[in-house]
Structures are given as structure tokens and as C-alpha cells.
């Protein structure tokens, strides 16, 4: 970069700078958003390729934009606090533009969009430059046994800024790892069960798993109709909700959108209270879920839950009726045939793909490339019928819905508020159950790998999950940028 001042703030300040300290310097015209891309790209182009991987694709139009954007705010003001600002979002999500979606996936790498995702839509309405895609587990880790997370054909294998002997977590690695890099302040995650919990514990991030049904699913390669949601991936609590706030919205084409009554045009920074867990009620869930924890974590993990105890909490240890339920992934087997035929046949360009019978012939005809570890759970489900007409679907769904919620989740919270989980290793309950989570720094190892604690609570309980998280978060400070 041969602008000095760009140069230097794109190694220091970056790193850490918020969503609230950027649009200060645009108000105050101590930079342009065109700068501020600019900044973003040079950091990309000197770190990316050679130590994290997190980028698949750039933008072609984002420069552009910006500078549109910058022209905008001198003559009409800023539409809002996304005005201006680089988003990067997975690339499992559609963008009606000059970028491919392709879930991570060489069989879709010619592939664009015919119309963006709903919440594209609702970025570019907000004034938002889509940065650029990220990349991610190959189809949200939907593919094959002991495939590494982060790790796609597109792509490559994604590694964790803060050490590459430290997993990534996935799948919305590149997301994660992009965010604690500072290749842009804030990022879109995509969770069916811990892909936005887990790398933004791995990379000491605040990540929010929305309710299903606070933002529409309409556009993102899915999964599960189920789970599927989407997410803020974010430095801070505070950036979390604006981004947040930006893509929230009912949408006629995703009916359990509608199911949002209660969040509709809130404003969530109005839950941003730093005595959020005053008088609260707690839960620790340490029946199973402590039991993954090395003695370095559990130590940082029991060293936040004290935390909580001294900004007010009443914290007590509690069992979830249904931990040790036989749970297995059925529901995911059988939706995702009738999810992805769907989304290929309503927003693909790529005549060679339209079928999820396609894509594993695909693959098998470029093996060496492909079929790294498999197609496992693709075969699996593309011997379903595709109609969820089978009994062992309908029984699942029903057991999961049960004990995620009746005997899971909501009996735990007839004692609590809120449920804390070490990690995101309690993410599996909550997503089957459709329930929000939001995972925050905690801390390091001695190793210096990051930890992170994830609350949970009830549909539509974003709010008072909000004020937990940020009244833990600006008492306790614990994220610091990695050392790239």
C-alpha cells in the first residue's frame, strides 16, 4: 500500500477498531469508505494467502461501491450505522452479483446466483459493501467422515489466527478467522449446530445463533430447514447488534419468519445495559458438557462463571433433562435433499448442477479432488425419498423436538434465566430446539488458544441474552487481537 497513513492504520488500528469507532471517522471525514476498503484489501493481500486462508473470493464491485456509498453520505447523510461498511459473508450465501456461491464446493464453482439472499438484500438496503465470500467447511460439513473444519475443495484448508496448531472450528471458519485477522470488522455466519458458536469461540469472537425465525434463511444453501439460521460473527457485543439490526426482518418467502412478533422493529443496542446480569438467574450446564474440557479451559471457563457471580448473577449448577438423550442427525439427512434440490432449482446458473444427485456424480467423476474424505452423509441423504414422507424422519423430528425443547431447554429454564455452556459445546440442544445462543470471549490457554462461553436461552429471548453477554463483556475485556 503506498499511502503511508492508510498503510499504518491498516496494521494497528484495524485489528481492534469497532463499528462504532469506523463510523466516527466517517461522520468526522477523518476517512472514506473507499479508504476503508482499501485498508481491508491490503490486509487481505498481504496475510490472507500465505497465513489464514479465510477469503474465497473478493468483490469485484466493492471499491465501486464505496465510493457510491461515500458519495451518498456527503449528499443525503448516511442511511444508519451499516452505511459504508464492509461486510464479508459466507460463501453459502447468494449474492445476485459478480461472486459465486458454492458453499465451498469446486462442484459449484461456476455457479452465481440468479437473486440475493434475503439478508443481502437487507445489507445492501442498509447501505453495506459486500466485501467479499468467505470460506468455510465444504457444505457446512454436511459431506463426509473426519473432514476438518474449515477445511473445502474450493478453498482449502481455513487456520486459526491465533496458532495453526488450533482448530478453526466450523464451518463458518472463514468468517471467524477473517474477523480476528481484521480483514473486516464485521461477517454473516450460517449455523445448523454450532457453525457460528464454535469458530467464534476458536477465534475469540461474539457470535450470535439467532431463533429460527428472527432472519430469513431465504437464499443460504442450506441444511435444515429445521436449524438453518444466520448470524452476526463480531469483535463486539455492541457490533453484533448492529449488524444485528440490519438483517433482521420478516420475509414472505420464509414463513417462520412470520413467527417474530415479538422482535419485530426492535431496536436490539436498546439491551446493551452493562448491568445486564444484576439480579439475573444463571444455569451452568456441567452435567457432560464439562467433561470436554481440558484443565487449562475449565479453569479459564470456571474463572468466567466466578466473573458472572460478581457482576450480580445468582448462578447455580444445573442438569438438562434430556443431555444424555440418543440423539443423531436424521432430521438433517432428510432435509437436506428436499433443501438443497430446492435452492438449486430457484437460485443457480450452473446447468451442469441442479440436483443433489448431480453434485455427488460430480464428485465421483473428480474423485482425487472431491472426495478427500468422502461423501458419506450425501449418499446418505440422497437415499432418502426426498418427500420427509418416512417414518424414521417424522420420528425424529418428533424426539427432537421434544427433548430439545419440552424436556430439554425449556424445562432447564423453569429454574433460570439463561443456560452457560463452556465453548459451544452445548450448541447441539439449542439448534435442535431452534433456540437462541451467543457465544463471547472468556479468555486463552496458557497455549494461548482461545475460549469462549455461550449462553442459551428461549425462542426470542435475544434480548436478555444481549444484556448478559455485554454486561460479561465490558467487565471482563477479554478478547485481544492475534499476533499476525
Not at 473470493?57 to 442511511?79: C, F, H, S, W, Y
Not at 459504508?84 to 459473508?89: E, R, T
Not at 471467524?176 to 457453525?195: C, K, Y
Not at 452423509?377 to 421434544?402: F, R, V
Amino acid at each position: 500500500m503506498e499511502n503511508p497513513k492508510l498503510k499504518k492504520l491498516a496494521h494497528s488500528w484495524l485489528t481492534s477498531a469497532s463499528l462504532s469507532e469506523i463510523n466516527h471517522k466517517l461522520v468526522r471525514e477523518e476517512l472514506t469508505s473507499r479508504e476503508l476498503v482499501l485498508m481491508y484489501l491490503y490486509r487481505i493481500a498481504t496475510l490472507d494467502k500465505d497465513k489464514i486462508n479465510a477469503i474465497i473470493e473478493i468483490n469485484p464491485e466493492a471499491l465501486q461501491t464505496a465510493e457510491a456509498m461515500d458519495k451518498e453520505r456527503a449528499v443525503k447523510g448516511p442511511r444508519g450505522k451499516l452505511h459504508g461498511i464492509p461486510v464479508l459473508i459466507k460463501d453459502n450465501i447468494a449474492t445476485n452479483d459478480k461472486m459465486h456461491t458454492s458453499a465451498g464446493s469446486v462442484a459449484l464453482a461456476d455457479s452465481f446466483a440468479l437473486k440475493d439472499a434475503f439478508i443481502v438484500k437487507k445489507l445492501r438496503e442498509a447501505g453495506a459493501i459486500i466485501l467479499g465470500k468467505t470460506n468455510m467447511t465444504e457444505w457446512a460439513n454436511f459431506m463426509g467422515e473426519n473432514m476438518p473444519t474449515g477445511y473445502s475443495s474450493r478453498g482449502g484448508q481455513v487456520t486459526n489466527p491465533y496458532g495453526s496448531e488450533f482448530i478453526v472450528g466450523g464451518s463458518s471458519s472463514g468468517s471467524g478467522a477473517a474477523i480476528a485477522a481484521g480483514f473486516a470488522t464485521v461477517a454473516i455466519g450460517t449455523e445448523t449446530s454450532g457453525s457460528i458458536l464454535s469458530p467464534a469461540s476458536q477465534n475469540s469472537l461474539v457470535g450470535i445463533k439467532p431463533t429460527v425465525g428472527l432472519i430469513s434463511r431465504n437464499g443460504i444453501i442450506p441444511i435444515s430447514h429445521t436449524q438453518d439460521t444466520a448470524g452476526p460473527m463480531t469483535k463486539t457485543v455492541e457490533d453484533a447488534v448492529l449488524l444485528l439490526n440490519g438483517i433482521v426482518g420478516v420475509d414472505e418467502n420464509d414463513p417462520i419468519t412470520k413467527t417474530n412478533h415479538k422482535l419485530q422493529n426492535i431496536d436490539f443496542t436498546t439491551f446493551l445495559r452493562s448491568d445486564g446480569l444484576k439480579g439475573a438467574k444463571i444455569g451452568i450446564a456441567r452435567e457432560v458438557y464439562f467433561d470436554y474440557l481440558s484443565e487449562d479451559k475449565a479453569k479459564v471457563i470456571n474463572g468466567a462463571i466466578e466473573k458472572i457471580k460478581t457482576l450480580g448473577a445468582d448462578v447455580v449448577d444445573i442438569t438438562i433433562p434430556s443431555t444424555k438423550s440418543k440423539w443423531n442427525i436424521d432430521v438433517l439427512k432428510y432435509e437436506f435433499k428436499v433443501g438443497i434440490n430446492t435452492y438449486l432449482k430457484e437460485f443457480t446458473t450452473c446447468a451442469k448442477i441442479s440436483s443433489l444427485t448431480d453434485i455427488i456424480s460430480f464428485n465421483e467423476n473428480n474423485r482425487d479432488v472431491m472426495l478427500k474424505y468422502g461423501q458419506k452423509m450425501l449418499l446418505e441423504s440422497n437415499a432418502t425419498s426426498g418427500t420427509l414422507t418416512e417414518k424414521e424422519y417424522i420420528t425424529s423430528l418428533e424426539h427432537d423436538q421434544y427433548h430439545a425443547k419440552d424436556n430439554g431447554i425449556d424445562a432447564a429454564l423453569k429454574e433460570v434465566d439463561a443456560i452457560v455452556f463452556p465453548n459451544n459445546f452445548g450448541a447441539s440442544i439449542p439448534a435442535k430446539a431452534g433456540y437462541p445462543s451467543i457465544t463471547i470471549p472468556a479468555g486463552f490457554t496458557d497455549e494461548g488458544e482461545p475460549v469462549g462461553i455461550t449462553f442459551t436461552s428461549a425462542a426470542f429471548s435475544e434480548g436478555i441474552l444481549l444484556s448478559f453477554a455485554y454486561a460479561y463483556e465490558q467487565a471482563t475485556k477479554e478478547r485481544k487481537a492475534p499476533n499476525i
